[in-house]
């Protein structure tokens, strides 16, 4: 009798669990009031779904409007925006000022919580952003470019762009004696220029180099300048694309630059804009953690039921054998 109960109980649980993934994994967003949602936002769906690609996310990850919802938070109104302004002591001036500062402006922005994350970061990082965007304008960066290169920084995957910075950095540092250097050896201006091609290749950046000289640009490499005497008064031009094609920046080296501690330098700052850039990613995984997780969670204790379930079982199954 204690056996054919137990094994009822097994059957009930794993017919329990079996619905309950059923449930987690079938349900989805009702396409009615997503269509509402969307007209209190003025968006499309491919709009929002474009938003949430930006957060490695979608609408099929979410499993009801509500959740949906409470990932992407409140949209901005004009009480909690002046709550913001308040809590940071600021005007709505002082606001447009800010978002200015790093290419954006209030209407880029759709719900609170993401203006807040931005103005907190671009508050704690001002310093930071003002420096390396002063040096790396001698080199003809400009702030809409720095935007650029940034926004690609914190679009790429988090782990596989981490793995392949963290020694390339420490390269980076070990070469710090070359600061203030005014002329490099072959051997430190090849070190620099292969720092620079695996900067790119870490970042998915489709950079192309050309010696550029009145209004001559001549394809080039950059290990090719190494074994060259002179450029012959020609300037390095950088031309960064990203995989698609599209042009995220560019930067001119004169010829006394290129074999100088600037190559150096100037490499250097432009890793603090990758710094910053993986900062913010690690903020935006932090503060945007996908409610969807929890379904993760779920299926996994499902799982755990069904191994147990079926474990009782068998031990069960032996005990009647024997």
């Given amino acids: 009798m204690k056996r054919s109960v137990l094994f009822f109980t097994c059957f009930l649980v794993m017919i329990f669990s079996i619905g309950s993934f059923q449930q987690v994994t079938k349900a989805q967003v009702n396409e009615g009031h997503l269509e509402e949602y969307l007209s209190t936002l003025n968006w499309t769906q491919g709009e929002l779904e474009e938003y949430l690609a930006t957060l490695n996310s979608s609408i099929d990850a979410f499993h009801s409007l509500e959740e949906l919802k409470t990932f992407v938070g409140p949209s901005i109104t004009n009480n909690n925006l002046n709550d913001l302004l308040g809590k940071y002591n600021m005007t709505h001036n002082d606001l447009e000022t800010l978002l200015a ?14 203006l807040e994350i931005d103005v907190q970061f671009f508050l704690r990082y001002q310093e930071e952003f003002a420096i390396v965007s002063d040096f790396l304008s001698l080199f003809g960066l400009t702030e809409d470019e720095m935007e650029n290169v940034f ?5 790429l995957d988090e782990e596989v762009s981490n793995q392949k910075l963290a020694n390339l950095f420490e390269s980076l540092e070990a070469l710090s004696y070359l600061q203030g250097v005014d002329e490099l050896s072959r051997e430190e201006q090849e070190q620099i220029f292969s720092l ?12 192309r180099y050309y010696l550029v000289k009145d209004d001559s640009m001549t394809p080039t490499e950059l290990q090719s300048l190494v074994t060259r005497d002179t450029v012959d008064g020609s300037s390095l031009y950088m031309a960064l694309h990203n995989l698609d094609g599209d042009v995220l ?10 074999d100088s501690h600037l190559m150096y330098e100037s490499l250097e ?12 990613q690690e903020v935006l995984v932090k503060e945007k953690l996908p409610i969807t997780a929890g ?28």
């Avoid at 500062?101 to 993401?114: H, N, Q």
């Avoid at 700052?269 to 710094?275: A, C, D, L, P, S």
Wanted: charged letters at 25%.
């Fill in 196 to 207: 620079w091609d695996e900067m790119f290749s870490a970042l998915n950046i489709d950079a």
């Fill in 151 to 155: 926004d690609h920084v914190s679009s």
């Fill in 269 to 280: 700052q432009f890793g603090e804009i990758v710094k910053l850039a993986l900062q913010y």
């Fill in 101 to 114: 500062e790093y290419g954006e402006t209030l209407d880029d922005y759709k719900f609170i919580d993401d």
């Fill in 249 to 258: 920046a560019t930067f001119i080296f004169s010829e006394d630059m290129v």
């Fill in 295 to 322: 379904h993760y969670v779920a299926k996994v204790l499902v799982s755990i039921l069904l191994i147990v379930a079926g474990l009782v079982m068998l031990v069960v199954r032996r005990r009647v054998i024997v």
